[in-house]
């Protein structure tokens, strides 16, 4: 079993491995602006030395701290758990901390804000609109049997590892909007709640603690819903935690469509499981 | 409740800023082979469309008799005619194929199912089974081209 997954990963990891591009220092060629003062775009070069294992958030920082310390950056862990850092690295949707400049050919990098999201200065842009939508989505397991706030003892469901591997994988989504950033059907429907959104529905609807899945279904069934996917499969190219939202869209329309039925069986609370 | 958040804060917030818009279809190539497929299903999609026009405009000509039908058809006859009947049998052909493939996949069928996902991450729904649907596709659409055009150019 672990040889077998030791393979699968070796597998994949000869698939991903990217060519490496040694330097000793790289231009990067920032988009700045400050769309609130009405400054049209512009584009910076600013010559930074990298490592081997220097990321293209790491180059920005070098940048900000030693050469022009106006550029604006939005990031924090440094290491892809908080979904700050997104951005256009050489037109593509990435996280900066999960870049390394030496994945990148050429001699200089382009680093643009994210598209789909309302630009605000440098490389920063508005995320209210995409964590509406998610928000949209309700993202809280809902079960009218569970109702903790009124319980004075709390108990907690019982599910199995394949209930949890239905729904673990979307689950680990970040809300970095890389996905949002990459989707043709964001680019043109602001209405369009977008992959990220669209495969959390998926994420509780499946949830076997969850028993809203008709209240579920009817929020993505709308004219700007879940139809106005077609599976270009571009979030799932550039979602860089493997969330694959791709998956948990079309899944979540075969069940709309009838292709799948929703026969979970509803959790049970440990507490009344106890009683029996 | 369960409604869309209109004419709230989402309406306030429309804000096109931003926005790829069509320009985003452009380009196809920075993201795999599946959204080459996605921007050729919605060009052929297009295109067919068009064709479908332009043979209802072709075919009602018969209404005006023989003559007007012939000289119709002669129009087809042309190099030119036959070129534009070559991308319709590729556009067709392409558009057929790619879209039992995404007829299934809409359907949540062929993706693969969600499980729990190792470093480095590989979409399970961009896996082989759909990139062999795209290059069948292509293929088909290559093919159907070819012979399409040792028939409509052989005698030239
Ligand atoms: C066997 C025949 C056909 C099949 C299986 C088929 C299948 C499909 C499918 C599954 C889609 C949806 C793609 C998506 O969700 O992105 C689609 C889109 C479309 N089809 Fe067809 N189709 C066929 C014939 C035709 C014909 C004859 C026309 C034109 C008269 C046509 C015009 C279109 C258009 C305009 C679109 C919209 C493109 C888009 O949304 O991206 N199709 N087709
Ligand atoms: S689905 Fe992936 S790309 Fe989209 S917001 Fe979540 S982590 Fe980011
Ligand atoms: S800084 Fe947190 S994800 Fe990049």
Redesign the pocket.
């Known amino acids: 079993m672990t040889e077998q997954i030791i393979e699968k990963i070796e597998k994949i990891e000869k698939k991903h491995e990217k060519k490496e591009t040694l330097r000793d220092s790289i231009v990067l060629k920032v988009y700045r602006a400050n769309r609130l003062a009405g400054e049209p775009g512009r584009y910076d070069s600013v010559e930074v030395p990298v490592q081997r294992w220097t990321t293209v958030l790491d180059a920005l920082l070098h940048a900000k701290a030693y050469k022009d310390p106006s550029i604006a950056i939005r990031y924090s862990c440094r290491m892809a758990s908080c979904?700050s850092c997104g951005m256009k690295i050489n037109g593509i949707p990435r996280l900066a901390c999960y870049t390394k400049v030496s994945e990148m050919e050429g001699s200089t990098i382009t680093i643009e804000p994210l598209a789909n999201f309302p630009h605000l200065r440098d490389l920063v842009t508005d995320f209210s609109q995409f964590f509406l939508h998610h928000r949209n989505m309700q993202p809280y397991v809902q079960n009218e049997h569970a109702d903790i706030k009124d319980r004075e003892k709390l108990s907690e469901f019982v599910q199995k590892p394949e209930d949890l591997d239905r729904f673990l994988q979307f689950s680990?989504?970040?809300?970095?909007?890389?996905?949002?950033s990459a989707c043709p059907t964001v680019a043109t429907d602001t209405k369009f709640p977008g992959?990220?959104a669209l495969?959390q529905a998926y994420r509780y609807f499946i949830d076997n603690r969850d028993s809203a899945g008709k209240g579920r279904t009817n929020i993505v069934d709308d004219k700007h819903g879940i139809w106005r996917c077609h599976f270009a499969g571009s979030?799932s190219s550039?979602?860089?935690?493997g969330?694959d939202?791709a998956l948990g869209i079309q899944l979540l329309r075969g069940h709309l469509l009838g292709f799948s039925k929703n026969e979970k069986k509803i959790a049970d609370l440990q507490e009344r499981l106890n009683k029996n | 409740m369960l409604q869309w958040r209109e004419n709230t804060e989402m309406e306030k917030m429309s804000d096109r800023n931003n926005r790829e818009g069509i320009k985003g279809w452009l380009n196809p190539g920075r993201f795999g082979w599946e959204r080459v497929a996605y921007w050729l299903q919605r060009l052929t999609g297009v295109g067919l469309l068009a064709y479908f026009v332009g043979h209802i405009y072709e075919t009602s000509s018969l209404t005006q008799g023989p003559d007007a039908w012939t000289a119709m058809l002669e129009l087809t006859q042309t190099p030119m005619g036959h070129l534009i009947l070559l991308l319709v049998i590729g556009m067709s052909t392409y558009h057929s194929a790619n879209g039992i493939r995404l007829i299934f996949t809409h359907g949540g069928k062929g993706l693969g199912k969600p499980g729990r996902p190792d470093y480095p991450y590989d979409a399970a729904s961009l896996n082989y089974r759909q990139k062999s649907g795209i290059w069948i596709a292509l293929i088909l659409a290559a093919a159907a081209m070819l012979y399409g055009a040792s028939v409509l150019f052989r005698g030239n």
């Open positions: 979904g680990y989504c970040i809300k970095c909007g890389l996905c949002y992959p990220q495969s979030c550039v979602c860089p935690k969330v939202p």
